[in-house]
């Protein structure tokens, strides 16, 4: 098989013919199997050493296609890139060839999609998406934390699925918190308008519009308006507090850094801590820096995975 059909394959540019090609030609040998999953592997690593920019222009010079792909990483970011392919008598199935990028604790990356939509990721997040991204729908799933800047298109909005919902829109800048398993989920709409609805039954839940801010956590919703972006930095490398609980504190240092925090005294859960600290400062010295206002102290254990403050 052609190198370069299979690489406009991965782009997500081919006809539905060459699709078609592709998957019949992956079928028939296991040796072909292998060379498709080869030149996958080799693909997927030159969008880690190269800035890449892949323009289609017609006979007079106009351009049809423009697929900027970018990765700015604080450190090693690791891209999980599922290679089975599903078959139904050789038909093509749009999910079958799906990407995740996934970001380690105490790290964040800076994506951009096949549209020109801007995705920033923080720590514990990965966004999965379709190869095909952009070329008939636009859907991301997110589990995590994610700052998106959407490239307007009336026609083809843009999803993203989480856990419990899915939010729905056409330009915007918005940042959407849900890690898997939190039952939290929370929505800051910077820019633009966003639908929010329930992912079971599409049921809309609310809409919201420049500098709102939507939680839901267990049923229980929250709306209101914001008059700081500070919290919104970590796209900076900068996690800040201002005046929040510091049970809330932990909950996102646990994300953020892949620790289990036991707190011995309810007490301390009290507390509200203002703050800022760069994220390659890591979680001892955020603790360290809040001891100079509250009483507390803390052991972690050897592995580093595991903090019980008293």
């Known amino acids: 098989m052609n190198q370069i059909i299979l690489h406009k394959y991965f782009k997500g540019i081919v006809s539905q013919k060459e699709e078609e090609l592709i998957l019949e030609w992956v079928e028939a040998s296991e040796e072909n199997r292998k060379v498709f999953q080869k030149e996958r592997m080799l693909y997927d690593i030159s969008l880690f050493s190269n800035e890449k920019q892949q323009t289609k222009v017609t006979k007079n010079g106009r351009i049809l296609y423009m697929a900027k792909w970018s990765f700015r990483v604080a450190a090693s970011v690791l891209i999980i890139l599922s290679c089975g392919l599903l078959f139904n008598e050789y038909k093509y199935s749009q999910s079958s060839q799906i990407q995740a990028i996934t970001v380690p604790a105490g790290q964040r990356a800076e994506i951009v999609l096949a549209d020109g939509t801007k995705v920033w990721l923080n720590a514990r997040s990965t966004l999965t998406y379709a190869a095909n991204f952009g070329k008939d729908s636009r859907n991301v799933e997110l589990d995590g934390e994610a700052y998106f800047e959407v490239v307007k298109n009336s026609k083809m909005p843009f999803f993203v699925n989480t856990e419990h919902n899915k939010i729905k829109v056409v330009g915007t800048s918005f940042n ?76 996102k240092l646990e994300k953020y850094y892949s620790v289990n925090i036991t707190v011995e005294r309810p007490n301390i859960l009290d507390y509200q801590c203002t703050g800022k600290f760069k994220e390659n400062d890591g979680i001892e010295h955020i603790l360290k820096v809040i001891q100079k206002d509250h009483i507390f102290s803390y052991t972690i254990n050897e592995n580093k995975d595991s903090i019980v403050i008293r």
Not at 198 to 203: A, G, H, M, T, Y
Not at 205 to 230: P, V
Request: hydrophobic share 30%; charged share 30%; glycine share 6%.
């Open 176 to 251: 959407v918190s849900a890690y898997q398993g939190s039952n939290e989920f929370e929505t800051t709409l910077v820019e633009g308008i966003v639908d929010i609805y329930n992912r079971e039954d599409d049921k809309m839940i609310t809409r919201l519009t420049k500098d709102q801010f939507f939680a839901a956590n267990g049923g229980n919703y929250q709306k209101k308006y914001l008059h700081s972006y500070e919290f919104l930095r970590w796209k900076e490398g900068l996690y800040c507090f201002d005046d929040t609980p510091f049970k809330c504190l932990l909950d």
